[in-house]
C-alpha cells in the first residue's frame, strides 16, 4: 500500500466514512427549473458545519469530488448545487436566463441556506446534526465568483452597481482561481463573454482563504497570474493566500479525479490544498489554532510546491 502523499502532523485526523445523496430538489419556480443539489456529510458526528461549494463554469454537483469527500470525511457537510450552467443541463446560448446566470447562482446558495430544513432530511440521520452558526462557502473559478459575493464583492456594471449581495450566515470562505478586478483588468474577451467578472472587492469584509496557481493564465485578463491574487490584496477580509508554484486554472485535479480538463495533473498539489482549506476552515469557523499551525508546518516541508501569504 502507497504511503501519504504528504507527511503527516501528529494534530492531523484520520478521515471517517461518509455517505451521500444526490440529485435532491429545491423548488425554484423563477429559476425556470428546480435547483438540484448533492449532500455528502459524515456518519457520525454532532454539530457538524456546513459548506457551500460552487462549482466552475460548466460542472455540476459531481464534481470536485477531491475536495468534496475530503471535507466530508473529516467532519463538514458539503452541499453542492448544479447551477443553470452546467453542460448536462443544457442550456441554449440564446436562453434569456444566461445573462444573469451570475445573478442566479448567488440566489441559489440563498435558496440552500433557506431551505436547510429539507436539505438536511434528504440524507437519513442527518436532521439534527449540523451547526448553522458554522457555515462557510467556497467556489472554484466561476464559481469563486459566485462565493465572492456571498461573502461582499460587489458588480460594478450591468446595471447593478454597488449592489450588496452578501449573507451575513457564511462566516468564512475559500476561492479557488477565483477572478480579479474588472474594470481595466479585463481583456477585450472578458469584457464581452464575462461581464459578471467585473468585480469589486473593497467591500468583501468576511474572512477568506483564497487560493491561486502562479501558472494559471487566463484570456479573460490583460495581467498575468496575480489577477487571481486580487481577492486577497484588494479585500479587507483577505485573511490568506495559498500559491501553487506551478498550478494551472485546475490547480492539480481538485475538479475531478482523472478528468479531462486538468492540464497540471500534480497529486501534491491537490493534498496540500485538502489540508490547507480544511485547516483554515477550522481556524475560521471554530478557532482551531492547532490545525492551522499544522497546515503551516506541513507548508514548510513543501516550499518547492507552495507557499502561504497570511
Not at 464559481?143 to 456594471?157: C, D, E, F, I, N
Not at 484588494?234 to 475531478?256: K, R, V
Amino acid at each position: 500500500m502507497a504511503g501519504p502523499l504528504l507527511p503527516r502532523d501528529a494534530n492531523m485526523d484520520a478521515p471517517s466514512a461518509i455517505h451521500s445523496v444526490r440529485g435532491l430538489r429545491l423548488s425554484a419556480p423563477e429559476r425556470g427549473e428546480d435547483l438540484q443539489l448533492r449532500v455528502s456529510a459524515p456518519v457520525r458526528g454532532e454539530k457538524l458545519p456546513i459548506i457551500l461549494f460552487a462549482h466552475g463554469h460548466g460542472s455540476s454537483m459531481d464534481g470536485y469530488a477531491p475536495l468534496a469527500d475530503y471535507w466530508a470525511s473529516h467532519g463538514f457537510v458539503v452541499i453542492q448545487p448544479t447551477f443553470l450552467d452546467a453542460r448536462r443541463l443544457g442550456l441554449a446560448a440564446y436562453d434569456p436566463r444566461r445573462p444573469s446566470i451570475w445573478r442566479t447562482r448567488v440566489d441559489d446558495l440563498k435558496r440552500i441556506l433557506d431551505g436547510l430544513d429539507l436539505v438536511e432530511s434528504a440524507l437519513p440521520g442527518l436532521a439534527g446534526r449540523t451547526d448553522r452558526d458554522l457555515i462557510a462557502a467556497a467556489g472554484h473559478s466561476f464559481g469563486g465568483q459566485t462565493v465572492s459575493m456571498l461573502l461582499g464583492a460587489q458588480m460594478v456594471g450591468d446595471g447593478h452597481q454597488g449592489e450588496d449581495m452578501s449573507d451575513p450566515r457564511i462566516k468564512a470562505g475559500i476561492l479557488l482561481a477565483s477572478g480579479g478586478n474588472g474594470g481595466a483588468d479585463l481583456s477585450d474577451l472578458g469584457r464581452q463573454i464575462t461581464p459578471y467578472l467585473n468585480s469589486d472587492f473593497a467591500e468583501m469584509t468576511t474572512r477568506t482563504l483564497v487560493v491561486v496557481g502562479d501558472a494559471d493564465r487566463s484570456p479573460l485578463t490583460v495581467r498575468g497570474p496575480d489577477w487571481f491574487t486580487d481577492p486577497f490584496h484588494l479585500s479587507p477580509g483577505g485573511d490568506a493566500l495559498l500559491t501553487l508554484h506551478g498550478g494551472e486554472h485546475m490547480l492539480g485535479g481538485i475538479s475531478g479525479y482523472e478528468v479531462t480538463e486538468t492540464t497540471d495533473e500534480s497529486p501534491v498539489r491537490v493534498a496540500i490544498i485538502q489540508e490547507v482549506t480544511l485547516a483554515y476552515l477550522r481556524l475560521a469557523l471554530e478557532n482551531d489554532r492547532d490545525a492551522w499551525a499544522s497546515a503551516c508546518r506541513l507548508l514548510e516541508t513543501q516550499s518547492e510546491t507552495a507557499r502561504l501569504e497570511e
